[in-house]
């Protein structure tokens, strides 16, 4: 870890996740944070030592920074009449089945943001903040997005800057390009955007050439990218245009639907992967807040957001889970995710083996260009 870190990362979370949610056959109706909380408990790996902070709700005043008035109204009115208008589904994206309006919506965005603003918060002490519940990547400050209400990533980098961080690096691992937070700090000379995403996937934004003002750096990686590819990315292009900003802060959404198994992409990597990955960016500057993001499989989604604190906070993972922690993957069921592609594994380890693979002649081409590209300018 950096080396002027000397207090143990913080876990931020909120009951709230586990109280209100979607439903039915949504993407997102699965059991997200409170698989992961189940699982470190289980494995002592939260507690006296390791405490779980409460996240604050973000009131009307902070979310106004980003998000409209108009688009806000509108939110909490569809809320209150348990859907949305025609006018308002056309102009905002609410009540659609991407973004559906359920019970207490507003309360559970609004904690999130409030989650990740108390996260810069504490990262700007010199400490790592874990949000996995963070990382609504694709809320637009007039709209819904890509099941996103809010964009507490937006937040988390406003706050830093508000605080007197003078240049963010965000970082992007998710699956699904990080629109919503590149188009905020498009032209913005204090934050540079890096994003890693699966080319051709929704929002089929994010390509090679786009620079969104001049300080974003995008790399569509093809499908069924493995653990040698990932690492070329980060060696050769994601932590040189990182260090080449020189970041007094970074932000990182890192994801779970980039790995092998998420039903909504096609990327094949392995969560030791992208927990080398994450553990190389917090080491990028002093302050450091880590958001979760997508993530579609439960199995893999829980084992891999779970195993990431465990790594932050240096504790061990065992090669075979006790019953408890069994327990609480074999409970989780997921429509996405038919039963004979469901890997055993997933039920009785945290950490997957290694997917590594032969280098496509594409992800050199990648690296090469985006380093040209970034690595010229001025910083």
């Not at 996103?148 to 691992?173: Q, S, T």
Request: glycine share 10%.
């Amino acid at each position: 870890m950096h080396a002027e870190r000397a207090m143990r990362p913080v876990f931020i979370s909120s009951p709230i996740y586990r109280a209100t949610g979607y439903a039915g056959n949504h993407p997102l109706a699965i059991p997200r944070i409170g698989t992961v909380e189940r699982l470190c408990a289980g494995l002592g790996w939260t507690g006296p030592a390791h405490p779980i902070l409460d996240s604050p709700k973000a009131d009307r005043a902070l979310l106004l920074r980003f998000h409209s008035p108009d688009y806000l109204d509108a939110l909490q009115r569809a809320e209150r009449a348990g859907g949305a208008s025609a006018e308002d589904r056309a102009r905002h994206q609410l009540g659609t089945l991407e973004n559906p309006i359920f019970p207490g919506l507003w309360d559970r965005a609004a904690t999130s943001v409030g989650g990740s603003v108390l996260a810069a918060e504490i990262a700007h002490q010199d400490r790592i903040a874990y949000h996995p519940a963070g990382g609504t990547h694709h809320g637009r400050p007039d709209r819904a997005s890509g099941f996103c209400y809010f964009n507490d990533p937006v937040f988390a980098i406003l706050r830093l800057l508000d605080l007197g961080r003078r240049r963010v690096v965000y970082v992007d691992l998710d699956a699904h390009h990080g629109d919503g937070v590149e188009a905020a700090f498009a032209g913005d000379p204090r934050v540079r955007t890096i994003s890693m995403h699966e080319a051709g996937r929704w929002p089929f934004t994010g390509l090679a050439h786009d620079r969104a003002g001049g300080q974003a750096c995008n790399l569509p990686v093809p499908a069924h990218l493995n653990d040698s590819e990932f690492d070329r990315l980060m060696q050769g292009a994601i932590l040189p245009l990182a260090r080449a900003f020189h970041p007094d802060a970074v932000v990182i959404t890192m994801g779970a639907d980039a790995l092998r198994g998420d039903p909504l992409s096609r990327l094949d990597l392995s969560n030791v992967a992208l927990w080398q990955a994450v553990e190389a960016l917090v080491q990028l500057a002093p302050a450091a807040v880590v958001l979760g993001g997508g993530g579609y499989n439960p199995w893999t989604l829980g084992r891999a957001w779970a195993g990431m604190w465990a790594r932050l906070t240096g504790q061990a993972i065992p090669d075979v889970l006790p019953a408890g922690a069994q327990a609480v993957l074999a409970g989780l069921d997921c429509d996405l995710v038919e039963p004979e592609d469901r890997d055993p594994a997933w039920e009785t380890t945290i950490r997957d083996p290694r997917n590594d693979g032969p280098v496509r002649p594409e992800i050199a081409a990648l690296v090469a260009r985006q380093r040209q590209a970034a690595l010229t300018e001025e910083v």
